[in-house]
T-cell receptor, first 113, second 115 residues
Framework: AQSVTQLDSQVPVFEEAPVELRCNYS??????LFWYVQYPNQGLQLLLK??????LVKGINGFEAEFNKSQTSFHLRKPSVHISDTAEYFC???????????FGKGTMLLVSP | NAGVMQNPRHLVRRRGQEARLRCSPM?????VYWYRQLPEEGLKFMVY????????ESGMPKERFSAEFPKEGPSILRIQQVVRGDSAAYFC?????????????FGSGTRLTVV
């Protein structure tokens, strides 16, 4: 079985500051990794995904994430955040050969002016 | 370019009533997943369906909950005899394949409130 740990439930930052949202996973088999964003009262939108190959993955809205197999991590980063990035961010894992995604509990990114 | 359509967006039920949540997947998607979101708990997998088949229901409560995805029409998540603890946001997602590499496309959810 897979599990995902998002280490921070809330991350407050100022506008234009860099941010890192942390995600660690556990799995006994190879995995695919995803980051989703949820704006208030909306569904989840895919930000980026790691399937294989380059460990640095670029996504939408200027976000990127780095897969680190030895540390079983997939942290999400953005060099300069905007007020509009305020949302909840979910890390998810899927084991190779399985269809379902397992989600972390989410990290609320709060960007203030 | 309709995405995943869920209705209703908000549903209020009294304890003991039945709740029916509908999900129409994206065009061309034949794989449907239901998740439940409780405050500060993230999304919990409930059930995975393909047309006319339940593939994985390991996350479904054993009683009162059922799901279907008929040959024609939307997928339905049914909750019988609702209780206060069923209050949550229920999200449907669809995918064109059983390969997780595609990721999911999510609907906007149905927020169920049991009073």
């Amino acid at each position: 079985a897979q599990s995902v740990t998002q280490l921070d439930s809330q991350v407050p930052v100022f506008e234009e500051a860099p941010v890192e949202l942390r995600c660690n996973y556990s799995s006994s088999v190879s995995v695919y990794l995803f980051w989703y964003v949820q704006y208030p009262n909306q569904g989840l939108q895919l930000l980026l995904k790691y399937l294989s190959g380059s460990t640095l993955v670029k996504g939408i809205n200027g976000f990127e994430a780095e897969f680190n197999k030895s540390q079983t991590s997939f942290h999400l980063r953005k060099p300069s955040v905007h007020i509009s990035d305020t949302a909840e961010y979910f890390c998810a894992v899927s084991a190779a050969g399985y269809s379902t995604l397992t989600f972390g509990k989410g990290t609320m990114l709060l960007v203030s002016p | 370019n309709a995405g995943v359509m869920q209705n209703p967006r908000h549903l209020v039920r009294r304890r003991g009533q039945e709740a029916r949540l509908r999900c129409s997947p994206m065009k061309g998607h034949s794989h449907v997943y239901w998740y439940r979101q409780l405050p500060e708990e993230g999304l919990k997998f409930m059930v995975y369906l393909q047309k006319e088949n339940i593939i994985d229901e390991s996350g479904m409560p054993k009683e009162r909950f059922s799901a279907e995805f008929p040959k024609e029409g939307p997928s339905i998540l049914r909750i019988q005899q609702v209780v206060r603890g069923d209050s949550a946001a229920y999200f449907c997602a669809s995918s064109p394949s059983d390969t997780p590499s595609y990721g999911y496309t999510f609907g906007s959810g149905t927020r169920l409130t049991v009073v």
